[in-house]
């Protein structure tokens, strides 16, 4: 079964300080993997996209990784702010289909503390 | 920001009533896509469509119906609202893509609806 874990399930940082979010999956074929950030009452907005070949990707302050081999991802938040409060979904996209369906996670709660 | 847009962002209403939950963009985008999320629950693919006239039903059963009469509207009816559908509803809107390219699925900001 086809299945996106993410952990914490939440978390609380004071603003400043750096946080790394973990995400394991079991989506095969596997196609690509993104992370999207999704504030309280609004839809996902990506952050990034990963392909089978890309180890890492950078989206300001944001760092995803991405190991094929062991099916894991982590997303890396640095010198957090107030507005990264938000909720951090990890999805993985397989190649079987040509809608190339989405796999979500439930999100990781982030709190940033002032 | 994104360039779709869902109507109304929050709806309560009572059992029974038909409601429709409006959905469009502007990007010019063959796929579009319906999700359900209940708190702290992930997305649940509920209906999409590869383009016009085509509409198709996703991994979640839902008792709602969809149509795409045109490239960039795509309305999610309820004959007759219940409280089980008591729920966050996600529109999202992708370009056509080879199976296994990447692709960008934009969302709308959703509809918060809650039926009494």
């Known amino acids: 079964k086809n299945q996106v874990e993410q952990s914490p399930q939440s978390l609380i940082i004071l603003e400043g300080k750096n946080c790394t979010l973990q995400?394991?999956?079991?989506?095969?074929?596997?196609?690509?993997l993104r992370w999207y950030k999704q504030d309280t009452g609004r839809g996902p907005v990506s952050l990034t996209i990963?392909?089978?070949?890309?180890n890492t990707k950078s989206n300001g302050r944001y760092t995803a990784t991405l190991d094929a081999d062991t099916k894991q991802s982590s997303l890396h938040i640095t010198a957090s702010q107030l507005s990264d409060s938000a909720s951090y979904i990890c999805v993985v996209s397989d190649r079987g289909s040509t809608l190339g369906r989405l796999y979500f996670g439930r999100g990781t709660q982030l709190t940033v503390w002032p | 920001e994104a360039d779709i847009y869902q109507t109304p962002r929050y709806l309560v209403i009572g059992t029974g009533k038909k409601i429709t939950l409006e959905c469009s963009q502007t990007m010019g985008h063959d796929k579009m896509y319906w999700y359900q999320q209940d708190p702290g629950m992930e997305l649940h693919l509920i209906h999409y469509s590869y383009g016009v006239n085509s509409t198709e039903k996703g991994d979640l059963s839902s008792e709602s119906t969809v149509s795409r009469i045109r490239t960039e509207h795509f309305p999610l009816t309820l004959e007759s609202a219940r409280p089980s559908h008591t729920s966050q509803y996600l529109c999202?809107?992708?370009?056509?893509?080879?199976?296994?390219?990447?692709?960008?699925?934009?969302f709308g900001p959703g509809t918060r609806l809650t039926v009494t």
């Open positions: 999202a809107s992708s370009e056509a893509n080879l199976a296994g390219d990447p692709y960008e699925q934009y």
């Open positions: 995400c394991n999956y079991t989506v095969s074929p596997f196609s690509n």
């Open positions: 990963m392909t089978f070949s890309e």
